[in-house]
């Protein structure tokens, strides 16, 4: 049996340009065969009692960061924010028009781009919106992406007025020289009167977005940020790898490679961040979060009602994902959607009163046994492959046997098997994408739109 070491694991695995798997299939597997019609007819199938989780994406931001991999543009003016928005709103009433019903919503999350770009007043009306044409359950978890350079005070009022609960705050790192290598200059003060503004006005949850991979990024300025974000106490910190993709990303170009980090540096970069959180308190959930105790995602993980969507790791539980907005992804039963991605394209389907779908994705019965197995790895770090294929009318010996790339994680120890059992070992759970993807059917013909899996 051949074991190698964490750091040597990290250098063998590392390498590989894997999905992060908030679908199953990814992305890049959409058609356009997918398109608005095959949406409406999706849409209609949705029964009165389901709930719904929405995500409304807002493509805007006041300056572009260097190693941004969203789907996002600049806007240094409020007028074509203001048409946007505008436009999120006519997407929501044709929708709920195809819906043909008011059903209940049980989360909601603005993402971006910037959502807090909006003018205070246009965020009112996009909520009020949402409240006329979804039943917002009282208990709505209500997320919000802020990049706190520039959330306004107003802004911060127009959330709590609009119910908004939680707030993910961009930082990355506080480091000044990785800051200016990625265009993102940012000081803790600006992030510690922002997080101070929104909890004085009420929203309670408070999470905070780390990188680590970036350039001229070392340990020591990994764990300065650490020790400067708890300090300020936010609930959940999610914590990513850098994602360096120019050849999709055409601003990454303007990052220095020859300053990022190598594979064992970002593994050493990622095992000292997530053991200075857990030394604070924090407990790792899943992949890439981590959660104070009794917050939702960490009471979650412990009971195994994790879940994994397009934003990451979820406590969301609902029965489809509705998006709105340029680029934006639903998930609906029968399959994945996606809007078209360019602004203006987005804003002329809408206009000519035609939902933007432009791809997609329908799921077959394999796709949905292996979604469901890979949901599991990647929230839990093993999967009962008997239960989940048996309820699928398959059997574990017939998924094991499609799963060659298992044997090499066997054999290095990074996954214990035990009958249909399987078990990300303690010490590799940041192999667990590695693991994940020995499950996945579709996976050599999208490799390089990926991001290298350590
Ligand atoms: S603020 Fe966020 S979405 Fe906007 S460019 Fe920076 S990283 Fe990208």
Known sequence: MDRKSSPDLAAYYGQERLPRYTSYPTAPHFSPAIDHATYAEWLRTIPSKATASLYLHVPFCRAMCWYCGCHTSVARRQEPIAIYEAALRCEIDLVVRHI???????????????????????????????????????SAEIAIEIDPRTLSVAMVDALVLGGVNRASLGVQSFDPVVQRAINRVQSFAETADATSNLRRAGIAGVNFDLIYGLPHQTVASCLDTVARCVALRPDRLSVFGYAHVPAFKKHQRKIDESALPGSRERYEQACAIGEALKAAGYLQVGLDHFALPGDAMAVAFREG????????????????????????????????????????????????????TVKGYALNDDDRL?????????????????????????????????????????????????????????????????????????????????????
């Open 305 to 356: 009602r994790l879940r994994r969507n397009f934003q990451g790791y979820t406590t969301d539980a609902n029965d489809v994902l509705i998006g709105f907005g340029a680029s934006a992804i639903g998930c609906l039963p029968q399959g994945y959607v996606q809007n078209e991605v360019p602004i203006r394209a987005y804003s002329e389907a809408i206009a000519a009163g035609r939902l933007a």
């Open 370 to 454: 292996r979604a469901e197995i890979i949901e599991r790895i990647m929230c839990d770090y093993g999967v009962d492959l008997g239960a989940i294929c048996a309820r699928h009318g398959s059997a574990a010996e017939t998924m094991l046997r499609s799963a060659p790339r298992l044997h090499d994680l066997i054999s290095d120890g990074v996954v214990e098997l035990d009958g249909a059992s399987l078990a990300v070992a303690d010490h590799s759970r940041f192999l667990v994408r590695s693991v994940a993807a020995a499950f996945d059917a579709h996976l050599d013909a999208a490799a390089r739109l990926h991001s290298r899996a350590v």
């Open 100 to 138: 043909g019903t008011r059903i209940a919503v049980g989360h909601i999350h603005f993402g971006g781009g910037t959502p807090t770009i909006m003018a205070p007043e246009s965020f009112a009306d996009l909520m009020g919106t949402i409240r006329h044409s979804f039943f917002v359950l009282p």
